[in-house]
């Protein structure tokens, strides 16, 4: 059966096949030992709905905690294939975007080009070509309608955050959070933007050989279309059997370019999925992909940076004043269960070498999700979390879950040490 479809871009429609969704699934982890049947129906939907939709599967897939463990192999298998091969467009439909946006025939443009796409995502597949010099390139186009449908996930989740502000305590600060979730993922339609996103990444980590990131090809690139020179490398489940030191220095180079991104450049990349890293023999790692990224500034910036230092001080107390500050707590039980479950998050730093398993991974995740119960019981300690900070949660869940792959110790500390020295900011 081919998997070339269009997009469903109706709001009723897309919400419809949600619910049904939500429906199955939470039977079939109620009533199912291995929740098979409903991973696999939720891999069909999800794919072909694309766009938010999608994302959530693909979370789902690789972030360890997510569902439970009895479940957690079916919907590894069944939602893995969003990684990287989510349904597709059509060969036709492509062609049209290609050349709408960029104002000639694809033969004129390029001198081959794949029909077949080398990959297929939420938002947009990626393309082989050859430019007239000779390059190969990926040329990475949005699905036809994409932009209607993410519009209409985003009016569904309207739905359900004025649900929970009217009903929830107003420290959930629902508004503004949906606001910047909201601008992020409308930002991700946006290539221009991610081209000069990428390319600022490129300056940040331009000293360190071990990081790679493609050059954009800016004259073959547009709002809906991005041309990039073409890269290969491991995927991350090649990667992850690798020997010992080389599993070592691929979790060191993915630390390093988090960490010198956050602290350094500002620039919090908040897609780390693992369809998003290419792994190479020699230790490098190939970054692809900064559509989502979260400007850091302060308050957060100083107050992140200050939690940070002190971590490789191992000052405690540094620390939890430094993660109230960033979190504006006020006090109470809340401020005392949040910290100390941001403090178990920054151990692979106080407790560095550390090894971040995939028990240890889902342990964050699932500490996160106790501290919903302040909100429910309408603690008055309770803050809701500064809406520039919502995307730092998906950074400990599936940053945290891509390192787990690799099971290996790591001198954490001692890395950012060398990127905050070299900054100046110890």
């Known amino acids: 059966m081919s998997d070339e479809r269009e ?61 439970p463990d009895e479940h957690r192999e079916s919907y590894e298998r069944a939602l893995g294939a969003l ?80 649900l929970v502000g009217a009903i929830g305590p107003k420290a959930l600060n629902t508004k503004e959070v949906f606001a910047v979730i909201s601008q992020r993922f409308r930002e991700e339609l946006d290539y221009e933007l991610e081209a000069d996103r990428q390319e600022r990444f490129i300056e940040i980590h331009a000293e360190d050989a071990a990081v790679r990131i493609p050059k954009v090809v800016r004259e073959r690139s547009s709002k809906r279309v991005l041309t990039t020179e073409l890269a290969r490398g491991r995927t991350i489940d090649e990667a992850a059997t690798g020997p010992l030191e080389r ?54 910036l100083g107050h992140a940076r200050a939690a940070h230092r002190a971590a490789l001080r191992s000052d405690e107390s540094g620390f939890r004043r430094a993660i109230a500050g960033m979190l504006g707590t006020r006090g109470g039980d809340f401020e005392h ?42 603690d008055k300690s309770f803050t809701g979390m500064p809406p520039a900070l919502v995307f730092m949660n998906r950074l400990q869940f599936g940053f945290y879950s891509v390192l787990a792959r690799f099971d290996v110790a790591v001198d954490y500390a001692a890395l950012e040490r060398e990127v905050l020295g070299r900054a100046g900011l110890l």
């Open 83 to 162: 990684l990287s091969a989510a349904p597709k467009s059509s060969p036709a439909a492509i062609r049209g975007v290609v050349e709408r946006e960029l104002g000639a025939s694809i033969d004129t443009l390029f001198t081959r080009w794949d029909d077949a796409p080398l990959a297929s995502a939420s938002i947009g597949q990626v393309h082989v070509a050859q430019l007239h010099d000779g390059r190969e390139v990926a040329v990475k186009v949005q699905h036809p309608g994409i932009d209607r449908a993410i519009e209409a996930d985003l009016r569904n989740a309207g739905l359900l955050e004025g």
């Open 337 to 378: 269960a949040v910290v100390e479950y941001v403090r178990r998050c920054f151990e692979p730093l106080f407790g560095s070498p550390f090894t971040i398993d995939r028990r240890y991974a889902a342990e964050v995740v699932r500490g996160f999700q106790d501290m919903r119960q302040f909100a429910m019981r309408r």
């Open 7 to 67: 997009v469903p871009t109706g709001r009723l429609a897309r919400l419809g096949r949600l619910v049904g969704v939500g429906a199955r699934t939470g039977a079939s982890l109620l009533l199912s030992r291995d929740g098979k049947g409903a991973a696999e129906h939720a891999a069909a939907v999800l794919g072909s709905l694309r766009g938010l939709a999608a994302k959530v599967g693909q979370m789902a897939s690789y972030v360890d905690g997510m569902v």
């Open 247 to 300: 599993r070592r220095a691929h979790a060191e180079v993915l630390w390093r370019f988090v960490f010198r991104g956050n602290l350094v450049g500002a620039m919090f990349n908040a897609d780390p999925h693992p369809g998003n890293y290419l792994f190479h023999d020699d230790g490098t790692v190939t970054f692809l992909d900064f559509g989502c990224v979260q400007p850091l500034v302060d308050p957060e």
